[in-house]
């Protein structure tokens, strides 16, 4: 039986057409749809009913007004967060430069422009010296040879894409030889096995977890095989006693025995970092010189770039992927493309290390750090009214998207601790204003690396946080 109570709270609950009319006589100039306030008014007052059914008494109620006018309130709200963008802007000063869930690289000033280039109409596929229809691999095709080296090019979503695409066309119906030490989950959701699987190919595993000989390659060859795969293991390092096959002695095999062979560089950088102290990564240059026959990398990794997969090999095998079905799918944007090419115009011309954030950001020197972090947390001290705690101490920064493992870079943090009120709550608020400010939580205190962030927007985060 419903308790009285419950009963009388139900049976207060406001009919739709009455609140949606109220509102609109209160808003006479609201552009909004009748159908759409009348599915807000049944969210809003479904959410009612519900928390009316699960109060324990009626003393839970006695907060929850259900009047017309009460709910018409609600509504303006509900409707007011339609109007906040979802996808905003947001200061990193988490210190992690390929933050995955904070868009990985930012776009270099050249980007950007060329996006905003792009955006209307443009010759995305027309050839303008004639007129006629062109490819839209053609915009960083040649620029993707001449900093790589390889025959020919083509770009897809991104590097999950651009593995799929290349599984489905040199290894539908086959196996694909791989190590089981390269059998790799990036990000939670790209994993070897199944990419291979939705692409048609079988996996075939060969070697440990810790040791894979070229000999256990040999061995699996049989009829059945259709490419040789070896996947850089980005995100991990297996250490201690292991051994793998040189991406050289498998392109031998692949010679000897007539199959193709293909890596995933993942990260794929084309400039040397190890002088900044990051740990040595194979070169795509490198790569293409030992002589696979497809390399796939992502656009937003190391790179610096849009999200893109980036494809580089034999002409025979790129041709035959740009003639895949799929690629009708997985094909980028004008507005991807754009940027990609911006991009890789500054490693041929322009001075990647300055003109790439990321690169720039990779690249800073910890006395550079040191001195950033001292003068914002000096300047926070002097006007932060005394509410917060300020500090700074020596900490690392990381490479992040899943580059890059062992590498930490020296820094200094800024550290922050507000002297009163709900330290969440505060975090809380930093991150969904305007901008968002989004640093790193430790117990307590708030830690902010200036790595991550554009000397332009120190003001900004000043400004945050006073
Ligand atoms: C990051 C990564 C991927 C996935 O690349 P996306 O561009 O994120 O799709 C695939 N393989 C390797 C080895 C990677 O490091």
Same mark, same amino acid.
């Given at each position: ?34 159908? /759409?306030?009348?599915?807000?008014? #049944?969210?809003? &007052?479904?959410? *009612? !009913? @519900?928390? +009316?059914? =699960?109060? %324990? ?17 609600? /509504?303006?709200?509900?409707?007011? #967060?339609?109007? &906040?963008?979802? *996808? !905003? @802007?947001? +200061?990193? =000063?988490? %210190? ?11 776009l270099a000033?050249?980007a950007e422009?060329a996006m ?17 229809? %062109? ?37 539908? %119906? ?131 770039g849009p ?28 507005v991807t493309l754009a940027a990609l090419e911006a991009t ?123």
């Amino acid at each position: 039986m419903v308790e009285n109570w419950r009963e009388a709270s139900l049976r207060s609950l406001p009919a739709v057409d009455v609140t949606v009319n109220l509102y609109k006589r209160a808003y006479p100039e609201s552009r909004y749809p009748h159908a /759409l306030l009348v599915q807000a008014v #049944q969210e809003i &007052v479904d959410l *009612l !009913r @519900r928390q +009316i059914l =699960a109060a %324990g008494s009626s003393e839970e109620l006695l907060g929850l007004s259900v009047t017309p006018e009460e709910v018409a309130l609600r /509504l303006g709200s509900w409707l007011g #967060q339609l109007e &906040v963008p979802s *996808l !905003r @802007r947001v +200061i990193n =000063a988490t %210190g992690t430069v390929l933050h995955t869930n904070l868009g990985r690289a930012p776009l270099a000033a050249a980007a950007e422009a060329a996006m905003k280039a792009a955006a209307g109409y443009c010759n995305l596929e027309m050839d303008l010296s004639d007129g006629l229809r %062109g490819s839209r691999h053609q915009h960083v095709e040649k620029l993707l040879i001449s900093l790589s080296g390889a025959e020919a090019a083509c770009v897809v979503n991104n590097n999950a894409a651009a593995v799929l695409l290349c599984l489905n066309t040199l290894a539908a %119906g086959k196996k694909v030889i791989v190590s089981r030490g390269e059998l790799v989950e990036i990000g939670g959701s790209f994993r070897i096995p199944e990419v291979m699987s939705s692409g048609g190919a079988g996996l075939k595993e060969v070697g440990t977890t810790n040791k894979t000989h070229l000999s256990d390659y040999r061995a699996a060859i049989d009829a059945e095989t259709g490419l040789l795969l070896k996947v850089h293991t980005s995100n991990y390092r297996v250490v201690g006693f292991t051994s793998s096959v040189d991406v050289e002695a498998i392109v031998s095999l692949g010679l000897e025995f007539g199959l193709p062979v293909m890596e995933d560089l993942g990260s794929g950088l084309f400039l040397d970092l190890s002088a900044f102290g990051l740990e040595p990564e194979p070169l795509v240059k490198e790569r293409i010189a030992a002589g696979v026959d497809l390399l796939t990398l992502s656009g937003d990794k190391l790179l610096g770039g849009p999200q893109a997969g980036i494809i580089l090999g034999k002409r025979v095998f790129i041709e035959r992927l740009k003639k895949n079905q799929l690629m009708r799918a997985l094909r980028p944007d004008k507005v991807t493309l754009a940027a990609l090419e911006a991009t890789l115009r500054i490693y041929l011309a322009g001075q990647p290390l300055r003109e790439i954030p990321a690169l720039a950001m990779l690249s800073m020197s910890a006395e550079v750090l040191r001195q950033r972090a001292e003068n914002l947390a000096e300047r926070l001290r002097r006007h932060g009214q005394n509410m917060l705690i300020v500090n700074t101490c020596e900490d690392f920064s990381f490479v992040g998207g899943g580059a890059m493992p062992l590498t930490k870079l020296p820094t200094t943090l800024v550290v922050l601790r507000p002297r009163c009120g709900s330290f969440s709550d505060w975090v809380q608020k930093l991150r969904s204003g305007q901008p968002s400010l989004v640093g790193r939580v430790q117990g307590d205190r708030l830690l902010l690396d200036l790595r991550t962030v554009a000397e332009a927007e120190e003001e900004e985060v000043f400004r945050c946080l006073t």
